[in-house]
């Protein structure tokens, strides 16, 4: 068995991808037919409730600011009645309105506001106190209500040690936010900040058979990229030999029109990048923005997902599943690779940095076999790029680690006694039918895959945004039904950690913009900790980072560029 590892949830933004996730793996818990392939148990607490009923709750650290988590507190968990732990438990659930309907769920906009509501009425519910049932919840979900804090859709239960809330911080507002780098460097160099976050990670690590390692997803736009620079180091210097996967999240829309707070979001994004790839076995830009750099570009689409860009609570939901289906390599049950393995199949030569490759939903037909797919895709594989570079499609990589999931073993199977009409039509196995396309499309690249018959729960309070072409299944109708079509319960997905030269565009990009800001003109990013020198020497760290994917051609550009700088 490869082990258990815990996860650090750093910021606002990694709170809704995490929500979402773990509510994608509370689904999966309530398909027993499916729960064989993914240990639960690799991110996830087993215990007994009252009745004798195995839960889970997640092995998580997550660290907020004040207001960041609504009704939600530090002993908090979700909608439903709480489990009964050999520790303190406590549920925190909002009251449902005078009209008796239930909080509302469906996302929060970038720009808004306020995330706390003042006056908001809420209970503090122990023991086996009844709750909002789940249908109630989904109902408001897909209507279009406002929900403002990931906890107003988390629904899975949290450890009293998960939530550390920061009060020196606001989660939002026009002052006391956390803005810069610095700032987010200098809470962890707080001694107390320090000892509650030691104290929560030793309870964790202490509890498992065997850690494997940690998962820290982190807000990469604001001051979290600080934090999580030091939780990194602190992790790298005391666990030494773990895997260390981080995962850098930027919501879908920023406010461009804002000059300051795109200058914080570019400087931010630049030095998380440097320092969590540094302190990271393995380290992944996660995001629906078409750019990290100065200019927007148009959000990343699917041609069966109908989302607002501008809803937290959609873009992490798609950033969810990508997450959950990219990190099964080291959840099998029947595999034996870990965190470190993974990582060390993808970062050799000096390229920790990964582009992360998803399709959500995999355009799978309804009755046609794996290869009858795939065949429909030879010249370019049908999934978009998940981590903010203009370029969605790639012709090569050195390596990269792929996962298929939600198509039936028997898949391959097209119509017996039928001559096979390609290649893949001659391969007996639906690894065998990954593997073999993986190769023609990417001659020459160091590729692992996986293929399960699990897929992608999508049960409440997961968005229902799908294309009326979706089957309930998640597979894809040759045409829109003539009646009116059932809720999506589960998709198949396709998703792909890649080493690839497109992280030479996506990093040498951000050096570009960076490197022509004039910087004298925001003193106080520099005030909160950042010494101009240091910023100077991570600016390089990220240009030598950059050309760790060149190829060629992209080398003798950039020397081009040097010479004319």
Not at 161 to 171: E, G
Not at 424 to 440: N, P
Not at 476 to 489: E, F, I, M, N, R
């Amino acid at each position: 068995m490869p082990g258990e590892a815990v996860t650090l949830q750093l910021g606002h933004y990694a709170g809704c991808v995490g929500a979402h996730w773990w509510g994608l793996q509370d689904a999966a818990l309530r398909s027993p037919a499916e729960a064989a392939e993914l240990r639960a148990a690799a991110l996830l607490r087993p215990g007994r409730a009252a009745g004798g009923r195995e839960t889970y709750t997640p092995r998580l650290v997550a660290l907020e600011l004040k207001g960041g988590v609504g009704a939600l507190r530090p002993g908090g968990a979700g909608p439903e009645a709480p489990v009964a732990w050999d520790g303190e438990v406590a549920a925190y659930l909002e009251c449902a309105s005078a009209g008796g309907s239930a909080p509302r769920d469906a996302g929060r906009r970038t720009e808004d506001a306020s995330s706390e509501r003042r006056g908001r009425p809420s209970a503090a519910v122990q023991g086996t106190s009844p709750a909002p049932s789940r249908l109630a919840v989904s109902q408001e979900v897909y209507s279009g209500g406002s929900t403002q804090v990931w906890s107003d859709y988390l629904n899975v239960h949290l450890h009293p040690k998960s939530l550390y809330v920061i009060h020196q911080y606001m989660h939002d507002g026009e002052c006391g936010c956390l803005e810069a780098f610095g700032q987010g460097e200098s809470l962890l160099r707080d001694p107390g900040c320090i000892e509650e976050l030691e104290d929560r990670l030793h309870f964790y690590v202490e509890e498992c058979d065997y850690l494997q390692g940690f998962q820290v997803l982190c807000d990469l736009h604001n001051g979290f990229s600080g934090v999580g620079a030091k939780v990194t180091e602190l992790l790298y210097d005391e666990y030494s030999g773990k895997g260390i996967l981080t995962w850098g999240l930027t919501p879908a829309t920023s406010n461009v029109g804002e000059s300051q707070k795109n200058f914080y979001r570019l400087m931010n994004t630049a030095l998380g990048i440097v320092h969590l790839s540094s302190h990271s076995s393995l380290f992944c830009p996660l995001s629906l923005s078409g750019s990290l750099g100065i200019k927007p570009q148009p959000p990343v689409t699917f041609p069966y997902i109908n989302y607002d860009a501008s809803l937290n609570y959609h873009s992490s939901a798609i950033l969810a599943a990508a997450l959950d289906t990219l990190t099964a390599p080291y959840r099998l049950g029947a595999s034996q690779a870990s965190m470190m393995h993974l990582a060390e199949t993808l970062n050799f030569s000096g390229r920790k940095v990964v582009a992360a490759w998803a399709s959500v939903p995999f355009p799978a037909l309804r009755g046609y076999s794996l290869p009858d797919t795939l065949c429909a895709y030879q010249q370019d594989v049908p999934w978009k790029l998940l981590s903010s570079s203009r370029e969605q499609k790639v012709t090569c990589c050195f390596a990269q680690s792929v996962v298929l999931r939600g198509i039936c073993k028997e898949s391959h199977i097209s119509c017996p006694g039928k001559q096979p009409t390609s290649p893949l039509h001659t391969c007996e196995s639906t690894e065998q039918i990954l593997q073999h396309y993986l190769h023609t499309m990417f001659p020459g690249a160091f590729s692992t895959s996986h293929v399960l018959e699990q897929p992608c729960n999508t049960l409440p309070p997961y968005p229902q945004f799908f294309s009326p072409l979706l089957t309930r299944q998640g597979f894809l109708l040759d045409k829109p039904p003539s009646y009116s079509p059932a809720a999506v319960d589960s998709i198949p997905v396709l998703a792909a950690l890649q080493s690839s030269p497109v992280l030479h565009t996506l990093l040498y990009s951000l050096y570009k913009d960076v490197q022509k800001l004039n910087t004298r003109r925001w003193a106080s990013f520099f005030s909160a900790g950042v010494e101009q020198d240091e910023f100077q020497e991570a600016l390089q760290e990220l240009r030598t980072l950059s050309q760790c994917y060149e190829t060629g051609f992209e080398a003798d550009e950039s020397e081009e560029e040097a010479d004319s700088d």
